[in-house]
């Protein structure tokens, strides 16, 4: 079982893009060998593009965005 849960990688996942992006919306959720990982829709200087947000699910930390 994991420390941090889907709404708490998903409040985790709204701050990292709002301060990184212009614009984004957040797609599918999932927990995958210990970490969650979050897809989001992004702008950024007006080009539109999908990251994958990767969370440590026992601290929260975010790990990558690709």
Request: proline residues 0%.
């Amino acid at each position: 079982m994991s420390d941090i849960d889907a709404d708490e990688a998903v409040v985790i996942a709204r701050k990292f893009f709002a301060q990184s992006f212009d614009g984004f919306e957040l797609g599918d959720i999932f927990l995958q060998n210990g970490t969650w990982l979050v897809k989001g829709h992004v702008i950024l200087f007006g080009v539109t593009s999908d990251r994958i947000l990767t969370i440590n699910s026992k601290t929260g930390k975010i790990v990558r965005c690709e």
